[in-house]
């Protein structure tokens, strides 16, 4: 008895002391790794002071808003597509408001400013003079007017150099011209058209000093029928080329060079797809450079009231600061020989260099535009 009982404690004494003396609650190399890891994870949830995330980043309050309609095809459309790409690419919340009569310009941008929008971006020339009155108001607000000639401490104005577009296609309509008369629709005598039309003008006689350009003025930015009119009005007088400048009046002049089987020109964006067979090429405002060039100065506190004009480039998207540029033929590339396509290539190379120089205009001699007149 005293030999099995000796046994049995030497048993539970050896058990004891392996129990204390083994792994049996080990802590290894991975247990210690794995302890590192989470004491780390712990303690760089908050990123360095010159690191950016997603989270700590402040998402920028934009408006985007303006007179026209973003179902013209036309001016408003195009600011519309902009306006998207812009809350795309940043992720942010872009109000948009179309159709704002220009009497209530004024009221409506005081309400987006009281509603702490950080960026107005208004879309019309009209818009230019009531940014500045609203914006003193409101002087942490930032606004720009697309296309504008104003500026104050927070408001900027981009205005495009179109004529540098129109330069383009007014070479390109008096080259390819078989009557030697071309013509030009717009939809309201004011600086930005008759620039837009001296530029067009200023192409086709450096081309062919003898061409003729006959141009109307509607006074009506919405009225498919009167564009329709005046373009036949031109066509009756030999031209076979136009440019219409002309939001939902424009259609009415690109519908009559559909029928009456000329060559039409779109503006602002690229409306090849109005009438494929009848729209040759568009002149193009990039407004989705422009608008990424002017968040990226709010967002980096470098935003200035400013006035910026950038004019050409060569495609869309090119490098530099050029925001027009002409639109591919599309499905009309056949009817443009390769050498005007050569030639229109370094036509624009030399508009862009400087070589070419293309001012700007807002009246002609005798100061004579008149709506509805055709010249």
Do not use: C
């Not at 407004?287 to 990424?292: H, I, L």
């Amino acid at each position: 008895m005293h030999i099995k009982t000796l046994v049995i404690l030497a048993i539970i004494v050896f058990g004891v002391s392996f129990i204390f003396s083994s792994n049996v609650f080990p802590t290894s190399a991975d247990n210690t790794k794995k302890s590192e890891k989470t004491a780390a994870s712990t303690t760089t949830t908050t990123p360095p002071q010159n690191q950016t995330t997603s989270d700590t980043e402040k998402k920028l309050k934009i408006a985007f808003l303006t007179d026209g309609l973003f179902s013209d095809a036309g001016w408003g459309a195009f600011g519309y597509n902009a306006a998207q790409a812009l809350q795309g690419k940043y992720s942010y919340m872009v109000d948009l408001k179309e159709n704002v009569p220009i009497p209530k310009i004024e009221e409506t941008l005081r309400d987006y400013a009281n509603a702490n929008y950080d960026l107005i971006i208004s879309h019309g020339f009209e818009w230019g003079e009531p940014a500045v009155k609203v914006g003193k108001d409101y002087p942490e607000v930032k606004f720009v007017i697309f296309t504008g000639l104003v500026n104050s401490s927070n408001v900027a104005s981009i205005y495009p150099m179109q004529q540098e577009g129109t330069y383009v296609l007014g070479a390109l309509a008096a080259t390819m011209s078989k009557m030697g008369v071309i013509g030009f629709v717009g939809g309201e005598r004011y600086p930005n058209l008759i620039n837009i039309y001296e530029g067009y003008k200023q192409g086709a006689e450096n081309v062919n000093p003898d061409v003729k350009v006959l141009v109307t003025f509607l006074d009506d930015w919405d009225n498919s029928t009167k564009g329709k009119k005046a373009a036949i009005s031109q066509i009756d007088r030999g031209a076979d080329f136009i440019l219409q400048v002309a939001d939902t009046s424009g259609q009415g002049v690109i519908e009559a060079a559909k029928e009456r089987g000329i060559y039409a020109f779109g503006a602002i964006s690229d409306q090849n797809k109005l009438a494929p067979d009848t729209v040759l090429t568009s002149f193009v405002l990039d407004a989705t450079k422009a608008f990424d060039q002017v968040v990226k100065l709010v967002k980096t506190g470098n935003f200035s009231g400013q006035i910026f004009k950038p004019g050409l480039e060569s495609e869309k998207g090119a490098s530099g600061d050029g925001i027009v540029y002409i639109a591919p033929f599309h499905n009309l590339e056949y009817t443009v020989p390769e050498n005007v396509k050569l030639w229109l290539e370094q036509l624009k190379e030399d508009v862009i260099n400087g070589k070419i120089k293309v001012p700007e205009r807002y009246s002609n001699n005798n100061g004579n535009y008149l709506a509805n007149s055709t010249g």
